[in-house]
């Protein structure tokens, strides 16, 4: 159903750096960017290797709003390995904890997540469900 969805934050650079750590445990990279000194449009995409971006950071400044509580993304991973590593990747660049890695027998018999917030107070999860 989803074409592609974006977050608006305050810094791209620390941004950009935060999700190219954490996405690429996933098997996602950044395949565009745009992101010139003092442009006040900077933005950054991800998605798979020699695709289009799925994902994209857009620089909105101060002004940025985060969304509410009630809003989480999660993206797929490949394995529980995966998700391991997505949390240690996201702690390790400014994110933090919401959630270890692990089964969540409420949302499914296998289905196994980690959860975190970002630099800017965006709620992620990476899961795997297989």
């Known amino acids: 159903m989803l074409h592609h969805l974006s977050f608006g934050v305050r810094d791209i650079r620390r941004s950009a750096a935060f999700y190219d750590a954490v996405l690429s445990t996933l098997g996602y990279v ?46 797929a991973a490949p394995s529980r390995e995966a998700v391991d590593q997505f949390h240690k990747a996201a702690l390790q660049h400014g994110g933090q904890d919401n959630g270890q890695p692990g089964l969540r027998p409420d949302y499914g018999a296998n289905y196994y997540a980690a959860f975190v917030i970002d630099p800017d107070g965006h709620r992620i999860e990476a899961v795997v469900t297989a």
């Not at 695709?51 to 993206?75: I, M, N, P, W, Y």
């Open 30 to 75: 950044r395949v565009w960017e745009d992101m010139e000194e003092g442009d006040p449009d900077a933005a950054v995409g991800y998605g798979y290797p020699g695709g289009d971006d799925k994902f994209a950071l857009k620089l909105r400044g101060e002004s940025q709003a985060t969304l509410g509580a009630g809003f989480h993304l999660a993206f």
